[in-house]
């Protein structure tokens, strides 16, 4: 993280001589004198700044020093007396804007009261925003954070009590331009009402979010959220379920608009709660409108097709049909629209409409006008369109999953389901709930489905029309395809049989026996078979009546002579205490509600909205399935494995950032507690990918380090018996560390940085023949080898900076990138010390670099210096091209043909990008052999505030188009004003056949790109 400052170019004169001694601001009588009571009279500072033009300062950057005089005066609009707000007060001044202080204290309403006169001190704060809501602060762990309590009187200087501002009127129809000027003011919105009846403003049960959001609406429809905090006082209070108007602090995250309440005071609902009105197509917003209206339901919003984001940002936009992805698209108000920033990311659920207008599947939707109908939320860390359910080519008609036309409640007969209503079904159901209740059998979209969430208690019956005939086949199955959400028992959904049903009326009068299947019913989607004889009704009975209750669909209902054999479900191994001995998946299944046991099993996917997803396709990150077999499909033999957010349990398992990881075995330890309604681990905490090493969360020292740090002992690396020690030279958190076999450093987004490791004892090379240092070292994001020297001193007694060091010259070759094994010369050396200094400058670029082995011992016999051979890339110097395109590249718009700076050649290509612009070219490789990847650029422009503009993203696939390899790395780009070289190796897995060669260029860079290799090692 880097921190900025700005210098004020005006002199601030300052008033001397006029400083009170007497305290100006309104006091308690029976309050003493204390944070919010500063001798300066606040009239007698002058105010150099407003709230706007301090804002207007701001550079962007995670958090901005104040280092010259700033002064701001405002007018406190927050309070925390009644627990709403926390640590932190909202002030606004005379021109209507405002800015949230963060302040490491509570009862701020006693010093700092709403309607009271501060004025501030910005000199040596920080300014930084928090999704987006501008903040003033002090800095905590780099990062910004609350004005420590012993310092707020010194910055913030309490003024008169006043009156509370005006409030600004918002019209949630009619949204002003420039609504990001009102955040951090006071508000007031007329004619709202919450949405939820009968709802508390908050949830106050246990385990519950610390804060709830609740939507208020007006009557189109348009919403707007007030976010409340359980913590305060009027937390389980019911909101009023009439309309009216409230005024409260208007605040944003992530492009969201909300209300922060100071108290249910300022809630004035008195008139009669009103009807919403659906929205209506015909009103649809543009993208521009949309951006600032997150938050709103059910909202219509139109716009053209212009291209799709497939990875995590929008950096990752991909214009029109290149790379393009079936999960989401994104639309624009002009069809020629090349910048995802004036764009909208649109979300496409699985089913009916990703179905339907997915472009990776309907390519010609491309650059078309599309009406979609969803919610307005962040997407891709953007303002986005979420659940998606209806869409429109013309604004006129609407398309939309089929919903039948159902009765508000059933008692008794329900409605008729015919099986052409189901799927491959001829047999006709009735229906019949043994209570009122709003839960019953119906169908749509090819199946029949019940579901009793949060709806009255019920048994609800589908029943056979007439008797089913099993006469015709010995033995005979009735075959149910069927899917099974939330899963509880398969008491609660019975399959029945009955000889004297009256074909009418209600089914408890008959008698009725329960089908058992051949299979295991669980959760999933299934099909399951039950063997039956003679002629009878046969009855589905979902018992929806329990504290947890399922759902239920039925796709399918046949009757079949043919027996299906169900996959034996493998037997239970181990005890899970240990990595030993480990829980397999069956046995975890059966051993629930235990805490800190290991399971073990192979990553097969993914599980969301309670179904199985199989391999990568819509793969979440928040968890994994595993099954004992790779090739399992059956979701009851599989456990769902939660992997927390920001954990670095995530960051290494998740098979949507570690795809490679699909169909490893992995170890976790967890506890074994259902997840996703059925058995699962949950609270992992640690995990190993051989069943042998135990990966665990390394603690990071955070502190600022100047000088000796912790020593690294040679057991903590791989294969070595040198012990060292770490050594700052500049004050950073960022010093040598070991985990994981390996000592490791990388100062990005650190700042400047020159850490050392350094021998803790000499090394004698003088007792070999031909001495030489054999280091396994890996540099990843490479700013330049200088940035990773490995150095000796014969002087050297404790601090790095005072001794003389000498460069080991290289043995061989030292890549500027990739895992290698480097042998340094020793040669007429004797006792020297040895040290791997790394540097890092002031920027958000650094070097990574691991080591993971040092060796002294005799030179090695001579490697084979590689070899390789012909460029397998197809004119990777761009020197033929057609129609003003290279020949045999993929490549975007925004490239040309350059012919005055070139590498080698004649011709090269440059690239000018206002979005993601990939180049690309897929061809043949062989498997188990190494290569080496060769590409000379020259940055022209790169991009502000990123780790890089250039990055290689390359794949590698199987036979059956498998991913079974990346090879992937930044590109250096800052301060390059000639040719550069990006050179690495890699070695393919044995399956691979084809290398899938991709370069991105992100957004506003410009590089021309030359004399690109592929080659195969040949010795």
Avoid at 143 to 160: F, P, R
Avoid at 280 to 286: K, N, V, Y
Avoid at 655 to 673: E, H, M
């Amino acid at each position: 993280m880097k921190t900025q400052t700005f210098n004020k170019f005006i002199q601030l004169l300052l008033i001397g001589g006029l400083l009170s001694a007497s305290f100006f601001g309104c006091k308690k009588d029976n309050e003493p004198d204390g944070p919010g009571t500063d001798p300066e009279n606040p009239d007698d500072i002058e105010i150099t700044h407003t709230i706007k033009e301090l804002i207007d300062l701001y550079d962007d950057s995670d958090m901005m020093l104040i280092s010259e005089e700033v002064m701001i005066k405002g007018t406190v609009i927050s309070s925390d007396e009644t627990g709403n707000v926390y640590k932190s007060i909202t002030i606004q001044d005379e021109e209507g804007t405002g800015i949230q202080i963060k302040l490491n204290k509570t009862n701020l309403y006693l010093d700092y009261a709403q309607g009271q006169t501060v004025v501030v001190k910005a000199e040596d704060l920080y300014l930084g925003h928090y999704g987006g809501l501008m903040q003033l602060g002090g800095e905590y762990e780099g990062k910004l954070g609350n004005i420590e309590a012993d310092v707020i009187t010194k910055h913030i200087i309490a003024g008169e009590q006043g009156e509370m501002p005006q409030p600004s009127i918002i019209d949630l129809n009619n949204l002003p331009d420039n609504l990001s000027n009102l955040y951090n003011t006071w508000v007031t919105i007329k004619d709202v009402q919450f949405v939820d009846e009968d709802s508390t403003y908050a949830d106050v049960s246990e385990g519950a979010f610390s804060a709830t959001n609740r939507d208020l609406t007006n009557e189109e429809g348009k919403i707007i959220i007030l976010r409340n905090s359980k913590y305060a006082t009027w937390a389980g209070e019911k909101m009023p379920n009439e309309s009216g108007e409230i005024s409260a602090i208007l605040t944003v995250f992530n492009g969201t608009n909300q209300l922060t309440l100071n108290s249910p005071e300022d809630v004035k609902f008195t008139n009669a709660r009103f009807e919403i009105k659906d929205g209506d197509i015909a009103d649809a917003l543009t993208v521009a409108e949309a951006q600032k209206a997150q938050g709103q339901k059910s909202t219509w919003i139109k716009g053209y097709i212009i291209g799709t984001i497939n990875g995590m940002s929008l950096d990752d936009f991909n214009l029109g049909l290149t790379d393009v992805t079936h999960t989401n698209f994104v639309i624009a108000d002009s069809k020629d629209e090349t910048d995802p920033q004036n764009g909208m990311p649109i979300q496409l659920p699985a089913g009916f409409i990703r179905d339907a207008i997915n472009v990776k599947d309907h390519g010609d939707l491309m650059g078309t006008m599309i009406w979609l109908k969803g919610d307005l939320e962040p997407y891709f860390s953007a303002p986005g369109l979420k659940q998606t359910d209806a869409y429109s080519f013309d604004g006129e008609k609407i398309e939309e999953e089929e919903t039948p036309d159902l009765p508000d409640f059933v008692e008794g007969k329900g409605l008729d389901i015919l099986g052409t209503e189901l799927t491959n079904t001829s047999i006709d159901f009735t229906t019949w709930n043994e209570a009122r209740s709003s839960a019953f059998w119906y169908a749509a979209n090819g199946n029949a489905y019940v579901n009793a969430y949060n709806k009255e208690a019920v048994t609800s019956w589908m029943i056979s029309k007439e008797k089913v005939d099993f006469t015709q086949y010995s033995p005979a199955y009735l075959n149910v395809k069927e899917k099974l959400s939330f899963f509880t028992s398969t008491d609660d959904v019975k399959v029945m049989i009955s000889a004297d049903y009256s074909g009418t009326g209600d089914p408890k009068a008959a008698t009725w026996s329960v089908l058992n299947s051949t299979n295991e019913r669980a959760q999933g989607d299934l099909t399951s078979q039950f063997e039956a004889s003679g002629e009878a009704y046969i009855a589905f009975v979902y018992n929806g009546t329990g504290d947890n209750v399922m759902s239920w669909n039925i796709y399918t209902v046949e009757v079949s002579g043919d027996e299906i054999t169900p996959p034996e479900k493998p037997e239970a191994e181990g005890d899970g205490e240990s990595l030993a001995t480990a829980y397999n998946v069956t046995a975890a299944q059966e051993n629930q509600d235990e805490n800190d046991v290991w399971v073990k099993g192979k990553i097969v996917g993914t599980l969301s909205n309670n179904n199985l997803n199989l391999g990568l396709s819509g793969a979440v990150a928040s968890n994994i399935a595993i099954a004992v077999n790779e090739d399992e499909t059956l979701m009851a033999n599989v456990v769902p494995v939660q992997l927390p957010n920001n954990s670095f349990i995530r960051e290494q398992v998740n098979i949507v950032d570690n795809p490679d990881n699909l169909g490893k075995q992995v170890w976790i330890k967890g506890n074994t507690i259902a997840y996703f309604g059925i058995p699962g681990l949950k609270s992992p905490t640690s995990f190993s990918w051989d069943g042998l090493t135990e990966e665990e969360e390394e603690e990071i020292p955070e502190e600022e380090i100047e000088g000796a740090g912790d020593p690294i002992s040679g057991s903590s690396l791989t294969n070595t018996s040198i012990n060292f020690t770490t050594f700052n030279a500049i004050s950073s958190t960022e010093i040598w560390t070991a985990a994981n076999g390996k000592a490791s450093i990388n100062a990005y987004q650190k700042g400047e940085v020159e850490s050392w490791l350094i021998s803790e004892n000499t090394i004698d090379f003088s007792t070999f023949t031909t001495p030489r240092l054999y280091v396994s070292e890996k540099i990843t994001y490479s700013q330049g080898i200088e940035t990773v020297k490995v150095l000796y001193s014969t002087d050297y007694s404790g601090d790095p900076t005072t001794a003389s060091w000498t460069e080991f010259t290289v043995d061989g070759d030292r890549n500027n990138g990739g895992e290698q094994r480097v042998a340094f010369n020793a040669e007429g050396l004797n006792a020297v010390t040895i040290a791997f200094k790394y540097t890092a400058d002031d920027s958000d670029y650094a070097t990574g670099w691991d080591i993971e082995t040092v060796e002294a011992k005799e030179k090695e016999s001579a490697p084979v210096d590689p070899e390789y051979g012909d460029n397998i890339i197809l004119n990777g110097g761009f020197e033929t091209w057609t129609n003003n395109s290279p020949d045999n590249w993929s490549i975007p718009s925004e490239t040309e043909i350059e012919t005055s700076d070139v590498q080698e050649g004649s011709s090269a290509l440059k690239i000018t990008a206002t979005a993601r612009r990939d180049l690309k070219q897929s061809f043949d490789i062989e498997g188990g052999e190494e290569y080496k990847i060769t590409v000379w650029y020259k940055p022209l422009s790169t991009k502000t505030n990123a780790n890089t503009t250039f990055r290689m993203w390359s794949s590698i696939d199987d036979a059956d188009g498998t991913e079974v390899g990346t090879v992937q790395g930044y590109f250096k780009d800052d301060e390059i004003t000639d040719w550069e070289k990006y050179e690495t190796t890699f070695t393919t897995d044995p399956t691979a056949t084809t290398f899938n060669f991709e370069i991105r260029t992100y957004s506003e860079g410009t590089v021309i790109y030359d004399n690109i290799q592929v080659q195969k090692r040949t010795n």
